[in-house]
């Protein structure tokens, strides 16, 4: 496993634009080898996939409601992942959440939550309309 902290939530008016990160931290390989993913939770809601991204970072996947708005990638060197979110919405409010697994190859990226063994606390996004 490895300890996530994220970062970089905020209030934002319908239509802006806002980046979190997801540090990582503690774990033993390399962060290269740990597929990862951001899902959200809203008031109300069950927690859903937003995107994710393979530990080598040249595959990524994205919830139908969020492709072509928001970005997934990461910076291995610096042990973080970011989730870019353009032309934000007042349904994309949620407390997103970074998760992080385990892939030795680096290849595969992850969009069941259950398939993943470490998570971070949650940051709040909320979009005004």
């Known amino acids: 496993q490895v300890q996530l902290v994220e970062s970089g939530g905020g209030l934002v008016q319908a239509g802006g634009s806002l980046r979190v990160s997801c540090a990582a931290s503690g774990g033993t390989r390399p962060f290269s080898e740990y597929a990862m993913g951001w899902f959200r939770q809203a008031p109300g809601k069950e927690r859903e996939f937003v995107a994710a991204?393979?530990?080598?970072?040249?595959?990524?996947d994205y919830a139908g409601s969020v492709k072509a708005r928001f970005t997934i990638s990461r910076d291995n060197a610096k042990n973080t992942v970011y989730l870019q979110m353009n032309m934000l919405k007042p349904e994309d409010t949620a407390v997103y959440y970074c998760?992080?697994?385990?892939?030795?190859?680096?290849?595969?990226?992850?969009?069941?939550?259950?398939?993943?063994?470490?998570w971070g606390q949650g940051t709040q996004v909320t979009v005004s309309s």
């Open positions: 991204i393979s530990g080598s970072g040249r595959s990524t």
């Open positions: 998760a992080g697994k385990r892939d030795s190859t680096g290849a595969y990226y992850l969009v069941t939550s259950g398939l993943y063994d470490s």
